[in-house]
Nanobody, 124 residues
Framework: QVQLVESGGGLVQAGGSLRLSCAASGRTFSLYVMGWFRQAPGKEREFVAATRWSGDSTYYADSVKGRFTISRDNAKNTVYLQMNSLNAEDTGVYYC?????????????????WGQGTQVTVSS
């Protein structure tokens, strides 16, 4: 069993930055994929970014490319999402997820374990 706990959300002004953290415990395997998803009010949950635990591959949604950076600290079993140049469209609940596949996928059905989410609100 894997437990994921997100932190770092909050209220920020447009143009500002936040860094989200996702601490993983339980069965974490270096070949598996960690992803970030988000859900805006009234919208479906969408893919944001993902990385392999090995760090040799990352992938971003077009809407965040160049502004967000996903990284990991294997020693701490923690994945981060650095979010810069935030705008109102980035508002939502951000979820960390772990998949049991070795290659990055963007579909949420590919991810087996999920955190409880952390709220990010960007004021314009």
């Amino acid at each position: 069993q894997v437990q994921l706990v997100e932190s770092g959300g909050g209220l920020v002004q447009a143009g500002g930055s936040l860094r989200l953290s996702c601490a993983a415990s339980g069965r974490t395997f270096s070949l598996y994929v960690m992803g970030w998803f988000r859900q805006a009010p009234g919208k479906e949950r969408e893919f944001v970014a993902a990385t392999r635990w090995s760090g040799d591959s990352t992938y971003y949604a077009d809407s965040v490319k160049g502004r967000f950076t996903i990284s990991r600290d294997n020693a701490k079993n923690t994945v981060y999402l650095q979010m810069n140049s935030l705008n109102a469209e980035d508002t939502g609940v951000y979820y960390c997820a772990q998949g049991t596949m070795s290659a990055i996928r963007t579909g949420q059905d590919e991810y087996r374990y999920w955190g409880q989410g952390t709220q990010v609100t960007v004021s314009s």
